[in-house]
């Protein structure tokens, strides 16, 4: 079994910069993914970022540029810096992992507001 805990959420103005963390627990393997989705008000979940064996990472094209995941295999951690938040950031940040098993994990999600 895996636990998520998501941190750092938040208020903040537009332009302005916040810094997720997500903690896991249990079982998980630097070869599971790992990584961030979000869900805004009336809006499916969507891919943020997610880290990939290897280093690499896969990031959505609007967090290009301001998003960077980073992860530490030994802490079972990832974090996520935003900078240059907009207000259509605005919407529940929720960690993830995905096992090689395909077993999926979610985390019960921070709020970020991004409004001036």
């Known amino acids: 079994q895996v636990q998520l805990v998501e941190s750092g959420g938040g208020w903040v103005q537009p332009g302005g910069s916040l810094r997720l963390s997500c903690v896991g627990s249990?079982?998980?393997?630097?070869?599971?993914?790992m990584g961030w989705y979000r869900q805004a008000p009336g809006k499916q979940r969507e891919l943020v970022a997610t880290?990939?064996?290897?280093?690499?990472?896969n990031t959505a094209d609007y967090a290009k540029g301001r998003f960077t995941i980073s992860r530490d295999n030994v802490k079972n951690t990832v974090t996520l810096q935003m900078n240059g938040l907009k207000p259509e950031d605005t919407a529940v940040y929720y960690c993830?992992?995905?096992?090689?098993?395909?077993?999926?994990?979610w985390g019960k999600g921070t709020l970020v507001t991004v409004s001036s």
């Open positions: 993830n992992v995905i096992t090689e098993a395909g077993m999926v994990y």
């Open positions: 249990g079982r998980i393997s630097s070869t599971d993914g």
């Open positions: 880290t990939m064996v290897g280093g690499g990472s």
